[in-house]
């Protein structure tokens, strides 16, 4: 099948690309490079099936195709607030663009929507018909409202075009090929415990968060496009393993062997959600879906990416 994976070079785009070509599946990888780094996607050059095309999804884009994955967008805290017009861009205009090409082809259509349009929830854990406690005028609205209008816009097309459309939203993820300077969780913590310095905890710590390791993510967007029965559906993807952050800063810094200390430094971003956790019935049923890596074995994979991109990059690596 033909696949456009638009935002391919991103963390979650870069796996998503190699697990359709071992499927067998021809891959065009459309990115602008403004968060996605062309590092992640940079050996898949010419191996067969697979064609990377620099370009911004604001624009019409003359390549067909079968099933569109769209996933352009800043997806971090520190990616969208440096790119706030950007990314409502990208998820309005751009979500329209790929809307657009797949009703004209007949193609399936994957949004990689987010958790975040649940906002700061007041419903624990998070269903999918639940419609979320988001602040429209906030810092993180560029990227709650954008993803909102982004999900609207794409049911507009299954019920006004009868586009072969499915919503995923998506919680927080890690693994390899995420960008160590993002700010997200995982990413931060574990280059601060490889390189000794102080593992940075907002708050208190106590809020919560549910890890899902990539490949489980990823398997989860190939069962939502490629499944008949996620036709027209909104499913959460995400593990409902539950933790505070200050266990997830204990745990990194002791599989990384450091010693690096804890310190906790006040919250630098409004309406920070304090609790995460999808309700995943949804996927089980429609998708026979659930997460499958163990948070250890999951951190250990991703520590391991780190120690080695850090190590190439000249930085120096505490050892336990």
Known sequence: M?????????????????????????????????????????ELEGVAGFHFVAHDVLQPLALSAEAVFHLASPASPRGYLCRPVETLRVNSEGTYQLLELARAQGARFLLASTSEVYGDPQEHPQREDYWGYVNPVGLRACYDEGKRYA??????????????????RIFNTYGPYSDPGD???????????????????????????????VSDLVEGLLRAMFGEAARGEVINLGNPEEHPVRLYAERIRALCGSRSPIVHVAAALGDDPQRRRPDISKAMRLLDWRPRVGLDEGLMQTIAYFRQELARAGSVIQRG
Not at 152 to 163: E, I, P, Q, S
Not at 198 to 209: H, K, L, W
């Open 183 to 213: 700010g997200r969780l995982v990413p931060s913590f574990i280059t601060q415990a490889l390189r000794g310095e102080p593992i940075t905890v907002y708050g208190t710590g106590e809020q919560t968060r549910s890890l899902c390791y």
């Open 2 to 42: 033909r696949v456009i994976v638009a935002g391919g070079a991103g963390f979650i785009g870069a796996h998503l690309c190699r697990a359709l070509l071992r499927a067998g599946h021809e891959v065009w990888c459309v990115d602008n490079l403004s968060t996605g780094r062309y590092a992640n996607i940079a």
């Open 151 to 168: 999900e609207a816009l794409t049911m507009a097309y299954v019920r006004h075009h009868g586009l072969d459309a499915r919503i995923v």
